[in-house]
């Protein structure tokens, strides 16, 4: 998400509804160095449930009858207990996992020698925006690309209290939508409402939209506190963020990258797609958000590493008495398509060529 879109000039009694935290800061980790032995252990992946964004944090159990339970698990336990029924499937089943596959969080802490939070748990976190529900997505087995600086510590399982209000805010979430879009009509502002969010332990609203330029929301805020008499905050994101928070298909048919696999945007230029060799049709290589394909970023140090042991199009080489010079290079199936001065087309395994002295050479086949 950008940074939050509050900095115009405001009225004095109006600065404390958009500028003035209550909520406690994320508690970043003390830096402990570049090596992994040294992070605390173990690190999980949170997930924010309202936008789609993870993060890296880490937890200190303070008391041994913690317990971590998914969401599936806090539905049931808000519904009160059902009568036992011995055909009714497993409760691992009926959440939609095998226990046998997905152990515990007990167990997990058995294999490990410590506590390990399990999969798809819900937790109560601090996130950017403030204290609120957050899903535990897995532990980091990786650590290099965890910065020590920007964990947060898990606070504490969430309750059925936490869900029972988590559940009450989409209720109040969609009625705070369609008052705020009522408005922005009224107002006649160029922007687009993408969402609201209210916090778990906040009474604070989060409006989040998208428009082409900055916008003069001063009127609007001030129209919002009077109907939710509560602390409003608008955030201007961009149209991949829009895309993050919505989620949708791809055309790959799956679900968004940025929705359900990304930690981060990370920048895609049409270098990437010329790297790849896919159509610069803007059609193919665009998402629903209307930007370039995540997917180009994550395939493009692939094709880099790759292209290091290939020749360029355009390089020329002499060949069976002929000059031949690259005209299509495939990376996927280690390739080139070679042109020769006398006509000729040729289909050549890479693997053929070898880069020596300042040029390339091809190795005669072994009859």
């Not at 650590?143 to 510590?153: F, G, H, R, T, Y």
């Not at 010329?274 to 209307?290: A, E, F, M, R, V």
Request: proline share 5%; with cysteine; charged share 30%.
């Amino acid at each position: 998400m950008s940074d939050e879109y509050n900095d115009q000039a405001l009225p004095e009694d109006m600065l404390d509804i958009l500028h003035e935290e209550e909520f406690e800061a994320p508690r970043s980790a003390k830096p402990l160095g570049a090596h992994a032995e040294e992070l605390p252990h173990p690190i999980y992946r949170l997930k924010t449930l309202h936008s789609s964004e993870t993060f890296h944090a880490y937890y200190v159990p303070s008391d041994e009858s913690a317990h971590f339970m998914r969401q599936c698990d806090l539905e049931e336990a808000l519904a009160g207990p059902r009568p036992a029924n011995p055909h009714s499937a497993p409760n691992g089943e009926r959440c939609g996992r095998s226990e046998a596959a997905a152990p515990d969080s007990s167990e997990a802490a058995t294999a490990v020698g410590d506590f390990v939070i399990s999969t798809r748990s819900l937790a109560i976190a601090p996130t950017k925006y403030g204290r609120d529900l957050v899903e535990v997505l897995g532990v980091i087995q990786e650590l290099s690309a965890v910065n020590a600086d920007e964990l947060v510590l898990i606070e504490r399982p969430a309750t059925v209290d936490d869900y029972r209000r988590y559940l009450d805010n989409l209720e109040r979430e969609k009625e705070a939508f369609i008052k705020c879009r009522e408005r922005i009509e009224a107002h006649n502002l160029p922007m687009k409402l993408i969402s609201a969010h209210c916090l778990l332990d906040d009474s604070k609203i989060l409006f989040f939209f998208t428009a082409e330029s900055r916008v003069d929301f001063r009127e609007l805020v001030k129209d919002l506190v009077s109907v939710f008499h509560a602390r409003i905050e608008l955030r201007q994101i961009g149209v991949r963020d829009e895309a993050r928070v919505t989620g949708g298909c791809g055309v790959c048919g799956r679900i968004l990258c940025c929705h359900g696999l990304s930690d981060k945007l990370n920048p895609v230029s049409i270098k990437m797609a010329k790297d790849q060799n896919l159509s610069l049709n803007s059609l193919k290589i665009s998402g629903p958000c209307g930007r370039l394909l995540c997917c180009l970023s994550y395939e493009h140090q692939f094709y880099r590493d790759a292209r290091r042991e290939l020749p360029n199009e355009g390089t020329r080489f002499n060949y069976d008495g002929s000059l031949f010079k690259v005209i299509e290079v495939n990376v996927l199936s280690n390739r080139i398509r070679i042109a020769g001065e006398d006509g000729r087309l040729l289909d050549m395994d890479a693997a053929r060529l070898k880069y020596s002295d300042g040029r390339w050479t091809v190795i005669e086949e072994e009859s």
